[in-house]
C-alpha cells in the first residue's frame, strides 16, 4: 500500500487566498483525520470523519476552515481566505473501523502539508 | 489546557546507552496510550502503544511503562542507536468513553550521538 497520500506538499500563498489542501487515506481505512502542527500548539486535531461523516470539528479554528470527505478514498481542507497565522504543516492520518480492536487506535500519518502564508 | 505533557524538548544521549522519554496526563479517562516518531520532512510514524491494563508492553528495543496512579508514561529504548535521533510523541486516547481521538504531547527530540 502507498500509504497516506498528500497534496500538495509545500504550498505558498499570499494572505487572502484560497488553499485546498488534499488527502488520500489508505484502502480499507474508514477513519480519517487532519492535524495541524505549530511550534506553539504542537500537533493539533482540527476535525475527523469517520465512513465519511464529520464527527467532531471542534477543533476547526475558525469558519475560514472547512472539511469534506466525499468518498472513502479522498479529503480535503480549504483555508478561505487564508492568513499568515494559518501557516503551519497540516497532516492527515488514517486508521481501520473504530472498535476493531487495539489496531483502531493507531492512525498512520501522510507527510504532510507545509503551508506558508505570506 | 494540555492533557498530555512531555516536559522534556530535548534530549541527548550517547549511542549505546538508554534513552528515556517521559509523558504526564491529566485527563483520567485516557486509557490507550501510543508513541510516535517523527523525522523531519516525514508524518509521525506509529511505535508502540500501551494499554490502561497493562503496566509494560516491550517491542525489541522500545520498552513503554505505564504508571496509572501516577499519571505517567515513559518510553525506554536500549541500546539507543544515532536512527533513532527523531522527535517522539506521546499521545492518549479515552476509548473506553467512546472516542477514538488522540491527543498529543508537544513532543521531545532525541538526539542520539555517535
Known amino acids: 500500500d502507498a500509504g497516506v497520500i498528500q497534496s500538495p506538499r509545500h504550498e505558498v500563498t499570499e494572505m487572502g487566498q484560497e488553499v485546498t489542501l488534499r488527502c488520500k487515506p489508505i484502502s480499507g481505512h474508514n477513519s480519517l483525520f487532519w492535524y495541524r502542527q505549530t511550534m506553539m500548539r504542537g500537533l493539533e486535531l482540527l476535525i475527523y470523519?469517520?465512513?465519511?461523516?464529520?464527527?467532531?470539528d471542534s477543533g476547526m479554528p475558525e469558519d475560514r476552515f472547512s472539511a469534506k470527505m466525499p468518498n472513502a478514498s479522498f479529503s480535503t481542507l480549504k483555508i478561505q481566505p487564508s492568513e499568515p497565522r494559518d501557516s503551519a504543516v497540516y497532516f492527515c492520518a488514517s486508521s481501520p473501523l473504530q472498535g476493531a480492536g487495539a489496531s483502531s487506535y493507531e492512525q498512520y500519518f501522510g507527510p504532510g502539508t507545509r503551508l506558508t502564508v505570506t | 489546557d494540555q492533557q498530555v505533557k512531555q516536559n522534556s524538548p530535548s534530549l541527548s544521549v550517547q549511542e549505546g546507552r538508554i534513552s528515556i522519554l517521559n509523558c504526564d496526563y491529566t485527563?483520567?479517562?485516557?486509557?490507550?496510550f501510543l508513541w510516535y516518531k517523527k523525522y523531519p520532512a516525514e508524518g509521525p510514524t506509529f511505535l508502540i502503544s500501551?494499554?490502561?491494563?497493562?503496566d509494560k508492553n516491550e517491542d525489541g528495543r522500545f520498552t513503554v511503562f505505564l504508571n496509572k496512579s501516577a499519571k505517567h508514561l515513559s518510553l525506554h529504548i536500549v541500546p539507543s542507536q544515532p536512527g533513532d535521533s527523531a522527535v517522539y510523541f506521546c499521545?492518549?486516547?479515552?476509548?473506553?468513553?467512546?472516542?477514538?481521538?488522540?491527543?498529543f504531547g508537544k513532543g521531545t527530540k532525541l538526539s542520539v550521538i555517535p
Open positions: 485527563n483520567s479517562m485516557f486509557d490507550y
Open positions: 470523519f469517520n465512513n465519511n461523516v464529520p464527527i467532531d
Open positions: 500501551i494499554s490502561s491494563i497493562k
Open positions: 499521545a492518549a486516547s479515552a476509548a473506553g468513553a467512546g472516542s477514538y481521538q488522540l491527543t
